[in-house]
T-cell receptor
Framework: DSGVTQTPKHLITATGQRVTLRCSPR?????VYWYQQSLDQGLQFLIQ???????AKGNILERFSAQQFPDLHSELNLSSLELGDSALYFC?????????????FGQGTRLTVV | AQSVTQLDSHVSVSEGTPVLLRCNYS??????LFWYVQHPNKGLQLLLK??????LVKGINGFEAEFKKSETSFHLTKPSAHMSDAAEYFC?????????FGPGTRLSVLP
């Protein structure tokens, strides 16, 4: 158990809909990362938050947004969903500020858009 | 900018034989390097990490990796493969405050 919790584990929704994925980082970790893993694109970095503020942005679509709350949990919002958004979405956390620290990954949320 | 190349998208070995998964990186800084493993329908688990201490790093499940700065490599090895090692393996380099993933190597272990 990595200590990172993601909910829900599975999500099936229709095109055009909006969903919210939730992530609780390991206790004490200030940094949260979101990744998308699909068969054709591999593991793609979406966005990083550190202590409530956006720190880095990757290949995140404008239809997607995220935030990190004061209790450090994070949510990834996906809107106007398309079939191509079907993927495994991972959250990871790390104790940024401690050099060379690794990232701990949750089990992922599998999103299926039909 | 940091980047990671995993030279083989798929490696197949027989059970009991050695495993070699190759990784090359580019980094403007003294890098931190990691290997993660992902079993089917599971999250990513840290195997080992290099943090500028010993160049030969030992990880879990008998895996180890050697950091070679002159070759910008961080290859993952295991002396004897087990069926349970079949999984996807990712080499990762830190880039500032982000983790840059390689494309992954799928390891198959044949009985």
């Amino acid at each position: 158990d990595s200590g990172v919790t993601q909910t829900p584990k599975h999500l099936i929704t229709a095109t055009g809909q909006r969903v919210t994925l939730r992530c609780s980082p390991r206790s004490g970790d200030l940094s949260v990362y979101w990744y998308q893993q699909s068969l054709d694109q591999g593991l793609q970095f979406l966005i990083q938050y550190y202590n409530g503020e956006e720190r880095a942005k990757g290949n995140i679509l404008e239809r997607f947004s995220a935030q990190q709350f004061p209790d450090l949990h994070s949510e990834l919002n996906l809107s106007s969903l398309e079939l191509g958004d079907s993927a495994l979405y991972f959250c990871a956390s790390s104790g940024l500020g401690q050099r060379n620290t690794e990232a701990f990954f949750g089990q992922g949320t599998r999103l299926t858009v039909v | 900018a940091q980047s990671v190349t995993q030279l083989d998208s798929h490696v197949s070995v027989s059970e009991g034989t050695p495993v070699l998964l190759r990784c090359n990186y580019s980094s403007s800084y003294s890098p931190s390097l990691f290997w993660y493993v992902q079993h089917p329908n599971k999250g990513l688990q840290l195997l080992l990490k290099y943090t500028s201490a010993a160049t030969l790093v030992k990880g879990i499940n008998g895996f180890e990796a050697e950091f070679k700065k002159s070759e910008t490599s961080f290859h993952l090895t295991k002396p004897s493969a087990h069926m349970s090692d079949a999984a996807e393996y990712f080499c990762v380099v830190t880039h500032g405050q982000n983790f840059v993933f390689g494309p992954g190597t799928r390891l198959s272990v044949l009985p």
